[in-house]
């Protein structure tokens, strides 16, 4: 009897190690250092000029995310950021700038990367003269 209950309490401790052990979080972390390679040698026109933009005529039935897929290709771009400056720069053929409803034979303007960064970097005017109250910081409450 007491061998059985060695025995018991081996499968328990095993089990129970063998349960913490496969509930370990498991991260593999990949580098990719041929990256650079495929920038420099890629046919996508957007990646070699930062300053092309495109036009393109709407297809029936074709989705933003086709469009993005066949002008911008898949690796380089984030699509959300994509289809964001695609619809601020084509307001007139989006209904209420949905990216879902898409009018069928519009003329799109494809920004160019140049565009779409100065969409997401804001800038300041390089000639605004700051008056001497907005140089400071004032903080009010206890």
Known sequence: MKKYIIFLLIVTILQLSAKTALSEPFIVLEYRNNQV????????????DQNFSKKYKVKKNETLSDI?????????????????????????????????????????????????????????PKNKVYSR??????????
């Open 37 to 48: 390679k495929s920038l420099a040698n890629s046919d996508n026109p957007f990646l070699n």
């Open 133 to 142: 109250d907005e140089k400071h910081i004032y903080f009010f409450g206890g």
């Open 68 to 124: 993005i897929l066949k002008t911008y290709g898949v690796k380089h771009f984030n699509r959300d950021v994509l289809s964001l400056s695609i619809i601020h720069f084509n307001k007139h053929a989006f209904v209420r700038k949905n990216p879902n409803f898409l009018f069928a034979d519009k003329i799109l303007h494809l920004p160019s990367v140049l565009e779409i960064k100065d969409l997401i970097i804001k800038t300041k």
